[in-house]
C-alpha cells in the first residue's frame, strides 16, 4: 500500500501548490501506515526528483520521455494509472490546479475510484480518506467519505503549508513507459507563456485587488493598485464589476464566478463587497478595506479600513511600504 | 456536424449565501433557479459553431422537472434542441453517475462531434463532470478552453489557459470541451427566441431508459454544514491626513507579520 502524489510540472518547473500536498502526504501516509510515492512525469525530470526526494518521499516514480514534455490527458493518465498499479496506491492526490483537476478526474473515473475535487482539507479516519470540500461557492462546507478502495482527490492550493526540506530520502524507479503517439489523439502546437513575472492569484500570499472605486480614471486606478502589488510582490485581483467594465482582463476575477483565493493578505481597494465577491476572498487570513462609501458591506468583513479616495490613499501607502521595506 | 451542450440549473449566485446545510441534505433548494452561470458560456459557444460550421445543437440537463427552465434559456439564446433527463434517485457528489447519465444521454443521439460544458456548476462546484462524460465516451477532452480556432478534417484546434500560460491543441474529434469565461459574451434570449422557447416540447428521459442503474454512490457528503463565521471586528483607521493614514495601516501590517 502507498499513498501516490502526482508532482506537477511545465516547461520543467515544478509546480510550487504540488509540494504543499507532498508535504501532507507526508503526515496522511504516516497516519495510514503506508508509504509515501511521489511520481514524476517528463521530459527532464531529475531536477524535479531530487526536490521530491527532500520531503519525506520512501519512493520517488518516474516517467521520462521527449514525447512527455507537454502535459498530455491520455499519455499521462495511463502512467498515473500505472503509477497507481505498481505503488499499490490507495490514496492518490495531485494539487487542484487545471490539470491536477483533470488528470485526478480522469483517473478517478476510469478506476470507478472515489473523488474529491477541490479539496480544502483532508484527513484519515478509520483507514480511509476523509476530504474537506467547500461547496456552493464557499458558503456550505461538506465532508466526502469514500465508499472505493481506491480514493483519489485534488486539494486547493495553499490549503496546506509548504513542508520544509530535510536531507534525500526514498529509492528512485523509472517507470518502463511507451507511448504510442497516434492513441493520444492529441498534439500542442504552441505554447505562450502569459503573466510571466506577474504573482498567480490562487498561489498568491499577498493580494491587491481593485474594483468599481477606479471608474474615474480606471487606467490610473489600475495602475496604482499595480504599483502597491508589486511594491509588496502581491498578485493582482479584481472584483467582477471592474472585470465586467473592461477595466481588466478577466483572469485577475476573484468571486463565485472567478477565482477563490485564500491569501495571508488581501487588500480590497475601492471595492463594495458584493456578497459573490465576499465569497471568492472570505478565505483570506487579514482583509483590508480602502473605500470612499463607509456603508459599503466590505467594512463588515474587514480587519482594517481606511475611509478616502484611493486615487490619494494608494500612492500614500506605496510610498510608505517602499520607505519601510527598503 | 452536431454538438450537445451539457447544462445545468442551479441557484442564483446572489442567492448562494442564504442557502442552509438543510436544504443541501434534503436537495431541497429553497432559491431562484437560473441557468449554472459558466453553462451560458458554453451554450453560445454551440450557437456560434451553429453560425460557423452549420451545427446541429442539442441541450441536455439532468436535473429536476423544473431545470426544463434552464433548457428553455437555451433553446430561447438559440439551441436547436433539449432532452430532460430525470434525476431522481442521483445523490450529490455522486460524480460517477452524473457522468455516466450524462454520457449515456449522449451516446443516444447518435454520433457526435463536439460536447461543450461550462467549467464548472456554481453549486457542485466540482468542475469534473465533463471529464467522466468524456472518460466514459471515450471522446478526447479538452479543458479551460477560450478560443475555438478551426475544425476541419476531423479534428479542432483551440486554444486552452493552463496556469502560467496558454497553449494551442490540435485534438481529433469526438471530443468533449469545457469552456471558459473568455471564450465569449453569451447573448440575451431575443423576444422571439423566448416565445419559441415557451412553446417548445422538451421530452424527458430516465436514466433506466437510458440502460442506467443507478447503483452505490463512489462517495457520500456527510457532515454538511455552514462555514463558521469569522468574528471581525473592523478597526478603522483614523488621521489628520491620507499620509497619516498609510503610516498607521503599514504599522499594523507589518506588525500582523504578514508581509
Known sequence: MSLLVWIEQTNNQPIASCWEVLGKGRQLATDLGTTLTALVIGAETTAIVQTAQSYGVDQVLVATDPALAQYRLRAYSTILKQAIEHSGSTVVLTSATTRGRELSAAVAYALRAGLAPDASDLRIDAGRLVA??????GNILTDVTFNTDIQVASVRPRSFAMPTASAATGTVQALDVTIDEAALGEKVIATQTTDSGEVNLTDAHIIVSGGRGVANDPAKGFALVADLATTLGAAMGASRAAVDAGYIPYKHQVGQTGKTVRADLYIAVGISGAIQHLAGM???KLIVAINKDREAPIFGRAHYGIIGDLFEVLPALTAEFKKRLG | MK??????????????????????QSGAINATMV???????????????????????????????????ALKHALAMGIGAAILVDNRGVQDGDLWTVAAILAAAVKAQGAVDIVLAGKQSVDDNSGVTFVGVATELGYQLLTNVVKIVEIADG????????????????????????????INDPRYPSFMGIRKANKAQIPTVTPQELGLTLGQPQTQWTNIRKPEVRQTQIQIIEGATVQEKATKLVDLLLAEKVI
Not at chain 1, 474537506?132 to 461557492?137: D, L
Not at chain 2, 484546434?157 to 490540435?170: C, D, M
Open chain 2, 3 to 24: 454538438v450537445v451542450v451539457l447544462l445545468k440549473q442551479t441557484p442564483d449566485t446572489a442567492e448562494l449565501p442564504k442557502v442552509s446545510a438543510a436544504e443541501v
Open chain 1, 282 to 284: 472570505g478565505g483570506s
Open chain 2, 35 to 69: 441557468i449554472n452561470p459558466w453553462d451560458e458560456f458554453a451554450a453560445e459557444e454551440a450557437i456560434l459553431l451553429e453560425d460557423r460550421f452549420g451545427a446541429e445543437t442539442l441541450a441536455i440537463s439532468l436535473g429536476a422537472a423544473s431545470a426544463v427552465d
Open chain 1, 132 to 137: 474537506v470540500r467547500a461547496v456552493y461557492s
Open chain 2, 155 to 182: 479534428k479542432v484546434i483551440a486554444e486552452r489557459l493552463v496556469e502560467g500560460g496558454q497553449e494551442t491543441v490540435e485534438c481529433r474529434l469526438p471530443a468533449v470541451i469545457s469552456v471558459s469565461k473568455e
